[in-house]
Structure formats: structure tokens, C-alpha cells
T-cell receptor, first 112, second 113 residues
């Protein structure tokens, strides 16, 4: 059983459309990270959120951490083919110091 | 530029063989991790190390062992490879603190026949 549930598992949209990926848990996390992984490569960090209710923007990407620090969302505005990839959320806990719990990932395909 | 390198991108081994996967980081990080990634399951932690010669079991350590003789190098060992160990193996490193970024290598895709 995944500690972090991501939805949807797959998402295919046309260039210019918007999309949202969700990451939910029944556990409280002290931090939540979003990574993007391209085929044949390792995951690369996009953002870390640490405060309940926090919203961070990275160009066309908006990340939100839930008030209770149990869930997060990633919203992409006007998606481009370069946004194609596997998006992974990962939660960290102070009591777990070094380890992250990962979701199963959302595969996003943006068609030109 | 931070760098985590893994010894092989692709590896094909036979059942019963001993397999070594090497990972090197150049960031002087104290923590290093080994994950396996399978479709629909995400990344699952096999072992991690928070210091030289120290190691801790992750969520799925069975069938694996690790070695950390130097700070920059973390090796994953499959003592007797089995077909269910066919997977993508990812190494990562980080500094202590739960909010710190984990930097990943490019992965090793292992096929056990």
C-alpha cells in the first residue's frame, strides 16, 4: 500500500491545455517534494513545500501544500510538450530524518 | 554542478549471478540511498546509509546487501540475482535533514534472465 496516492495515474492532453495532478495521504508530512522524471533518467526535484497552505509557483507550474500537510497538488498552465514526463510526489517526516516516501507517479503526455 | 553517477545504464545478468551496482556522488553528501522503481509502484527504498560503514534497511531489503567503504561511494549487491529483481535501480544522495533534496543518478536498468 502506497503511503502517498497520486491521481490520475496517466494524463494525456493537448498543448495549451491545463492539468492538475494530486498527491494524497492520511499521514502528516513535514515536507513534500515534487520531482519530474524523463525517460531513461533519474528524478529531478521541482519544488519543496514545508508549510501547510503554502503555494509555490515555478513559471507555469503551481504547487500547493494542503492546510493539514497531508496532500498536495501540481497545476500546469498552458502545458507544452516539454512538460511531458513522470511526476512524482514524495513526503518527508522529521521522525524519519533521511527517508522520503514516494507516490507511484503520474505519467503526463502533452501532445503537440 | 551536482553529480550522481551509476556504473552502468543497462545490465543483463543470469539467475544466480552475483551483481554489483555502483554509485558515486561528488557533493560530499552524508546520506546515500538505493531505490528500485517498478511501474505502478513508484520508488521503493532498498537500503540507505547516513555515514561511512553505516547502513540501514529500507522497505524492501530482502535479497540485497550494501557496502559503503568511502563517503562518496555506495554499492548495491545482489548476492544471487533472481528474475523478480529485474527493475530500474536508482541511487540518490542528500545532506541530513528531511527537507533536503535528494539528487538522483540516471538509473541502472537491470534485466535478470
Amino acid at each position: 500500500t502506497q503511503l502517498l496516492e497520486q491521481s490520475p495515474q496517466f494524463l494525456s492532453i493537448q498543448e495549451g491545455e491545463n492539468l492538475t495532478v494530486y498527491c494524497n495521504s492520511s499521514s502528516v508530512f513535514s515536507s513534500l517534494q515534487w520531482y519530474r522524471q524523463e525517460p531513461g533518467e533519474g528524478p529531478v526535484l521541482l519544488v519543496t513545500v514545508v508549510t501547510g497552505g503554502e503555494v509555490k509557483k515555478l513559471k507555469r507550474l503551481t504547487f500547493q501544500f494542503g492546510d493539514a500537510r497531508k496532500d498536495s497538488s501540481l497545476h500546469i498552465t498552458a502545458a507544452q510538450p516539454g512538460d511531458t514526463g513522470l511526476y512524482l510526489c514524495a513526503g518527508g517526516k522529521r521522525s524519519n530524518d533521511y527517508k522520503l516516501s514516494f507516490g507511484a507517479g503520474t505519467t503526463v503526455t502533452v501532445r503537440a | 554542478d551536482v553529480k550522481v553517477t551509476q556504473s552502468s545504464r543497462y545490465l543483463v545478468k543470469r539467475t544466480g549471478e552475483k551483481v554489483f551496482l555502483e554509485c558515486v556522488q561528488d557533493m560530499d553528501h552524508e546520506n546515500m540511498f538505493w531505490y528500485r522503481q517498478d511501474p505502478g509502484l513508484g520508488l521503493r527504498l532498498i537500503y540507505f546509509s547516513y555515514d561511512v560503514k553505516m547502513k540501514e534497511k529500507g522497505d524492501i531489503p530482502e535479497g540485497y546487501s550494501v557496502s559503503r567503504e568511502k563517503k562518496e561511494r555506495f554499492s548495491l549487491i545482489l548476492e544471487s540475482a533472481s528474475t523478480n529483481q529485474t527493475s530500474m535501480y536508482l541511487c540518490a544522495s542528500s545532506q541530513p535533514a528531511s527537507q533536503e533534496t535528494q539528487y538522483f543518478g540516471p538509473g541502472t536498468r537491470l534485466l535478470v534472465l
